[in-house]
T-cell receptor, first 116, second 110 residues
């Protein structure tokens, strides 16, 4: 069975600085997808970034980038130039890409607070 | 605008009552999901549906019933609400490998 672990329940960062959120996962499969979702105080779940396991290049979306280490089963999220609006709960998620498999596994989340 | 809507956004009910949470999406996505979110547990899958009239259990299905007679709707029913079902419920749909979430329904069972 697949698992996703976020070992940092809470983190804080000063505005304009960089912060990295950790995520590790466990699977015996080689083809899968990884995601980071953001949940601000409004509770809306917003997709931040997505990574296909077969791609070696790390995904980036503006100030958000990932460090995907397939062998180590690690998928960390780096937020550069942190902004107050980045304050949110961040969830790491995993999904196999096997045909017929549509279940997503979520970590327990990391609460990030950006300080002014 | 296209997207996923959930109703009601907030609901208070009593134990033993039947409650139905609605989910509607305008993208015609085949896959739809129901999750509950509780402190310390992240998101846990209750049920999911691959298409109209095709549903399957997730991680925590007990006490819940779903149906999907139309592609765009995926209601979740609590047959006899219990206090342990107090939670925030999210509906989601997926296009290819990415899920898109509704705004959530906060349910309080007294």
């Amino acid at each position: 069975a697949q698992t996703v672990t976020q070992s940092q329940p809470e983190m804080s960062v000063q505005e304009a600085e960089t912060v990295t959120l950790s995520c590790t996962y466990d699977t015996s499969e080689s083809n899968y997808y990884l995601f980071w979702y953001k949940q601000p105080p409004s509770r809306q779940m917003i997709l931040v970034i997505r990574q296909e396991a077969y791609k070696q290049q790390n995904a980036t979306e503006n100030r958000f980038s990932v460090n995907f280490q397939k062998a180590a089963k690690s998928f960390s999220l780096k937020i550069s130039d942190s902004q107050l609006g980045d304050t949110a709960m961040y969830f790491c998620a995993f999904r196999l890409s096997t045909s017929g498999t549509y279940k997503y596994i979520f970590g327990t989340g990391t609460r990030l607070k950006v300080l002014a | 605008d296209a997207g996923i809507t959930q109703s009601p956004r907030y609901k208070i009910t009593e134990t033993g009552r039947q409650v139905t949470l609605m989910c509607h999406q305008t993208w015609s996505h085949s896959y739809m999901f129901w999750y509950r979110q509780d402190l310390g547990h992240g998101l846990r899958l209750i049920y999911y549906s691959a298409a109209a009239d095709i549903t399957d259990k997730g991680e925590v299905p007990d006490g819940y019933v779903v149906s999907r007679s139309k592609t765009e709707n995926f209601p979740l029913t609590l047959e006899s609400a219990t206090r342990s079902q107090t939670s925030v419920y999210f509906c989601a749909s997926s296009r290819q490998e990415t899920q898109y979430f509704g705004p959530g329904t906060r349910l309080l069972v007294l």
